[in-house]
Structures are given as structure tokens and as C-alpha cells.
């Protein structure tokens, strides 16, 4: 996946977020560090498609923009910081949607789920409400409707902020399993809990606006 | 299973959920629909009813005929009881077909219509005219629409009683009366006759004559030639011009109703929609970042605000049905006209009329939460 020289900014009057960028994705994990501020989850979201850069491009694995349709159905898996499933859905009702959506057979979707449900200690909630799940239990969760898709790409922002190291050890196990082969996965992350799984790590903190954290400081 | 299906199925559940939640956002929907379709219905109806009188009053009377009507006191120097007399109106039968009688100022009464009819005599002239209707039992004819035709009933006129033959009145005599009369030969109610009369002319135009408002100054301009008091003269003009007049404000009204129920359904819609829009404005995103199509998110929108306006105007609509004797009756229609025809078919007339102005409404309304969806998911989701 690769990012050639791209800016961005939320609004034209102000500071760039991301000036310049250049880097390829490759298979594996990339581990995306830095503080708060310094633009890793906008830097996911560049690379789901969910934001367009202002200058510069984007190219998936498939040659294609990341905002093409197709590969945000197909071949991407997105995990937020915050809410990531169905409120109104039960988690196997949100896995099942997930897995619908990228076009995968019903059976696929059914031995997928049934797999990360386990995977992630998740057998027993499949048939509750988000809302009736613990903090960690409902990032598992997320994380399993990312995984059932099969997707080449996975894009986890923040997966283990304020998780205990047990929800935390569950989540690197997953990930582990899942990224094999082609699969790119980047994670945007201060945790050090997730340097052991990174293939690659990138020190974003070069790009976060120093100002802002000084004069907080002094 | 679809992706389709299950979007669907979710943002059915999501939205019945927000219903039974905040049962006030769609119930305020309904009411102020249902409301304003209700006084747009009756208004529409109540114009399209009027415009039904005033068509049946034009049928009846006739577009090309004209009565004129002249009083003839004992005194006067038209009052000839026998023989019609000299005919003023005379130049008249070259431009049509006419009719002269004499209206009685006596009533008569039947035992089958406690109302009275009004009383006409007519000359000997009169009877090829009138050969159609008389029988071959009397000369009376009580010219009646309803009454069995042939039927021979007794007819009082003031202390006299005369045999009457009940008969249709050809439609260019029907201007004659609303409804039912009584022709009577001149000769048979001397004592009547002596009173006086209204000279009354039928004429009927034909093709070919004159238009009709140059026939009406003829007559007036020989009337005041012969140094005669103008006659009364009753034409289709007057109720012309109310209809036209009638039509005019109808499709007034319409246009401004149109304006109104489209303005309001699309600002209530639309101030509802944007705030459930923006409470839902994280799952919505959350749907499109699974890949779920802009459209089917903004088609909830649209097809939750054209249900519940569609749903309120069929059920305003169909309360005004049901109700329209006590709505018409209190709004001083008269009751046969509604139990005859019945509101109905003005107001379902009405009715394809509003569904447009209400579903253009709704349309409106889901505007701004199409644009609402034009923000990328990366600027909603943290």
C-alpha cells in the first residue's frame, strides 16, 4: 500500500495534520507510534479511504484509490477508536453484516464468525447486545468484525487503549493468527504492548505540532 | 443473506426503535399533516361542491336559454285575459325557438308535494310546443321530474281543482322552475287571471343566432323602444361567470394550499430529519465505513417521511369521508347533494392532489440529510 507525498488538513485555514508523506505499507504489521495529536489516526484513515488527501495519492494492493468502493467493502477492515458496532445488532448480527457486505458466502461468514468469535473469546456474547458488553469485550468484538470480512488490508486505530493486558494479550493473539501472507495490517498505537507484534514501526511524532504540547507544558 | 436485506432489516429496527422511543416525532409528523390535509380537503371539496351546484343549476336551466318575465297588472295595457295579446318579444322566433305563458300569482298544491308549485297558463299557440307533454285525459300538465309520468293526480289552485297529467319537462322548459310546475290553458282560472300575471317568455337559441349577450340587449333596447319598464330577463351568463369566477379562485386556493402543505411538511420533515440525522449521524457512518451505499441511508430518511405523510393524508382523507355529511351539512351544504353523489369523489379527487404536494414535501424534507451524508465517514468516526 503506498502513500506518495500526501498532505492533509481538515479545514484550508489550518495546519496541515500530514505534510508530505511517502512510505510503502508492506505485508505484515506496521506499527504506526507517536503522541497524541501527531495524526496516526488520520493517517488511517487516509488509508481506508474515509479521508482524502489534499495533495499527493493513495494506491492499495489492487492499484486502486482507497476511497473505490469496492476495496472498503472487499478487502478492508477498519477498527475505530470508539464505536465500531451496531448499537441495535447483536455482535454475531454485526459480524454476519460485516462479512455480508464484502461479498463473502454464507457459510464463509458463519465458520468465520463461529472461528474469531472463539479466537477472541467471544462465544458466549454472540448473541447479545453491544451496550451489554464490557469495554474490552466490545473491542474484541470490533475487532472480530474486521477479521470476518478476510480482509487484505486492516487498519486498527488505537485497538488496546484502556484495555487490561489480558483483553490486550487476547487481541495481539488474534492479530497474530490472522495477519498471514499478503495481509497488510497497520496500527496506529502508543501502546508498547504492540511492539512485539510489529513487523515495521513508524515514528509519526515528526508531524505532530509542537506548540500546542509546550505551552501546555509551560 | 444480502447486504442489502440485512442494512434493511437493520434500519428498519433502528428505526422503529427511535419511534417507540420518541413516539412525539413521529406522532407530531402525522398530526401536522393529517391537520393541514384535513382543511386542505374540505376547502378543495367545499369549492368542487359549490362548483357541482352551480354546473347542476347551469344544466337545468340551460346554456342558450333565456326567460323573460314582465309583470301585467289588471291595469296595464298588456292585460288582454282572452287571446295572448300583441307579442313584443316576437322578433325573437327567427333566432330560436319560444315559448309565451303566463305565471299565475296563485300556487298550487298536490297531495303528493305539500310544497306549492308554481302555476302557468298557456295560449292555444302554445300546444304544438307543448304536444309532447299532454295527454289525452286533460290539458293540465304538472311538469315534474320525480312524480310517476303519466300519473293523473288532482292539482288545488286556490279554490279550484283541476285533473293534472304528470309529464318530464323537456330540458329548455325546465328554466321554468327548480322544480316541479303546473301548466294550466288559458281560460281555466278566470278568477286567477283576473289578479294579473308575470309575462313569461322561454327562448330557446338556435344554431346560427346571434351570441347570447346580443340577444339579452335586443330585448332590453325593444323594451325601452315600446317605452316599456325593462323585463326581468334570466340567463345562463350570470351563473357562467360565477362558475368561471368559482373555477378561478379553486385553482387559487389550490396553489396556495399547494405552497403551504409542500412548505410545511418539508420544514417540519426536514427540522425532524436533520436532528435524527445528527443523532444517528455515528451509526449512519459506521454503516458506510462497512460499506453500505450512501443512498439506502438516505432513502430511510425519505421513505420514513413519505410513509408517515402518505399514511396521515390517506387516514385525513379517509376521516373526511367519513365524516363529510356532518362537515358539508354544518358548512351549509344541502344534505341530497351529498347523500346523492357523495363527497367522496371530491374528496379522493382531492386527494391525488395533495399526495403530490405532501410527497414533493417529504422529498424536500430529505434534502438536507443527503447533503448531511456527503461528509466523509473519516470526519465523524474517531
Known amino acids: 500500500m503506498n502513500c506518495e507525498d500526501i498532505s492533509f488538513r481538515y479545514r484550508p485555514d489550518r495546519p496541515w495534520v500530514i505534510d508530505g508523506f511517502r512510505h510503502t505499507f508492506k505485508p505484515g504489521v506496521t506499527l504506526v507510534k507517536g503522541a497524541s495529536g501527531c495524526g496516526k489516526s488520520t493517517l488511517l484513515r487516509l488509508l481506508a479511504g474515509f479521508l482524502e488527501p489534499q495533495a499527493g495519492r493513495i494506491l492499495t494492493p489492487f492499484g486502486t484509490a482507497p476511497t473505490d468502493t469496492r476495496f472498503q467493502r472487499c478487502a478492508l477492515g477498519f477498527v475505530f477508536q470508539q464505536l465500531n458496532l451496531l448499537p441495535l445488532a447483536t455482535v454475531e448480527r454485526n459480524l454476519m453484516l460485516a462479512g455480508s457486505l464484502a461479498e463473502l458466502p454464507t457459510e464463509q461468514i458463519a465458520a468465520n464468525s463461529a472461528r474469531w468469535l472463539r479466537v477472541l473469546g467471544l462465544e458466549a456474547y454472540a448473541r447479545r447486545l453491544p451496550q451489554s458488553l464490557s469495554g474490552g469485550q466490545q473491542q474484541r468484538a470490533a475487532i472480530a468484525r474486521a477479521l470476518v470480512r478476510e480482509p487484505?488490508?486492516?487498519?486498527?486505530?488505537?485497538?488496546?487503549?484502556?484495555?487490561?493486558?489480558?483483553?490486550a494479550r487476547v487481541i495481539i493473539r488474534s492479530l497474530e493468527q490472522f495477519i498471514t501472507g499478503d495481509r497488510i495490517c497497520v496500527v496506529s498505537s502508543h501502546d508498547t504492548r504492540l511492539e512485539s507484534l510489529a513487523d515495521e514501526t513508524l515514528n509519526f511524532n515528526h508531524f505532530l505540532p509542537l506548540e500546542g504540547h509546550l505551552e501546555a507544558l509551560v | 443473506m444480502k447486504p442489502s436485506t440485512l442494512i434493511i432489516s437493520y434500519l428498519w429496527k433502528d428505526t422503529w426503535k427511535r419511534w417507540c422511543e420518541q413516539p412525539g416525532s413521529p406522532t407530531a409528523r402525522v398530526f401536522v399533516t393529517a391537520l393541514l390535509v384535513v382543511v386542505t380537503t374540505v376547502i378543495l371539496t367545499a369549492f368542487q361542491l359549490v362548483e357541482r351546484?352551480?354546473?347542476?343549476?347551469?344544466?337545468?336551466?340551460?346554456?342558450?336559454?333565456?326567460?323573460?318575465?314582465?309583470?301585467?297588472?289588471?291595469?296595464s295595457p298588456g292585460f288582454f285575459r282572452h287571446g295572448g295579446g300583441p307579442d313584443a318579444l316576437a322578433m325573437l322566433e327567427t333566432s330560436g325557438r319560444k315559448l309565451r305563458l303566463r305565471q299565475l300569482f296563485v300556487r298550487g298544491q298536490t297531495e303528493w308535494r305539500e310544497n306549492n308549485l308554481p302555476v302557468f297558463t298557456y295560449p292555444p299557440e302554445a300546444l304544438p310546443a307543448l304536444a309532447e307533454m299532454l295527454s289525452t285525459q286533460t290539458a293540465a300538465v304538472c311538469a315534474s321530474a320525480e312524480l310517476p309520468r303519466n300519473a293523473l293526480l288532482r292539482v288545488r289552485i286556490g279554490h279550484r281543482s283541476v285533473l293534472a297529467g304528470v309529464a318530464r319537462p323537456p330540458n329548455w322548459l325546465r328554466a321554468l322552475a327548480p322544480d316541479d310546475f303546473v301548466l294550466v290553458p288559458q281560460g281555466w282560472l278566470e278568477e286567477e287571471e283576473r289578479l294579473g300575471w308575470l309575462a313569461t317568455t322561454v327562448f330557446q337559441r338556435g344554431l346560427g343566432a346571434p351570441p347570447m349577450e346580443q340577444i339579452i340587449a335586443a330585448v332590453n333596447v325593444m323594451a325601452i323602444l315600446d317605452q316599456r319598464t325593462p323585463p326581468q330577463i334570466q340567463s345562463a351568463l350570470p351563473l357562467m361567470r360565477e362558475l368561471d369566477e368559482m373555477h378561478l379562485r379553486h385553482q387559487q386556493w389550490r396553489g396556495v394550499l399547494a405552497g403551504i402543505l409542500g412548505a410545511a411538511v418539508a420544514l417540519v420533515y426536514g427540522a425532524i430529519a436533520v436532528l435524527e440525522f445528527r443523532q444517528n449521524l455515528f451509526v449512519g457512518a459506521l454503516l458506510r465505513s462497512f460499506g453500505a451505499p450512501r443512498w439506502l441511508l438516505y432513502f430511510r430518511h425519505w421513505l420514513e417521511n413519505a410513509a408517515l405523510a402518505n399514511l396521515a393524508a390517506i387516514g385525513a382523507t379517509g376521516l373526511v369521508v367519513a365524516l363529510q355529511e356532518t362537515i358539508f351539512g354544518t358548512l351549509g351544504f344541502p344534505r341530497e347533494m351529498l347523500a346523492s353523489a357523495g363527497a367522496n369523489a371530491y374528496a379522493g379527487g382531492a386527494l391525488v392532489g395533495i399526495l403530490v404536494w405532501i410527497n414533493v414535501g417529504a422529498f424536500l424534507s430529505s434534502l438536507p440529510v443527503a447533503a448531511g451524508l456527503r461528509q466523509p465517514v473519516g470526519e465523524i468516526l474517531n
Open chain 1, 152 to 167: 487484505t488490508v486492516v487498519l486498527l486505530d488505537e485497538p488496546t487503549s484502556g484495555l487490561d493486558d489480558l483483553n
Open chain 2, 53 to 75: 351546484s352551480l354546473r347542476e343549476r347551469l344544466e337545468r336551466f340551460g346554456l342558450d336559454t333565456v326567460l323573460v318575465r314582465e309583470a301585467v297588472a289588471p291595469n
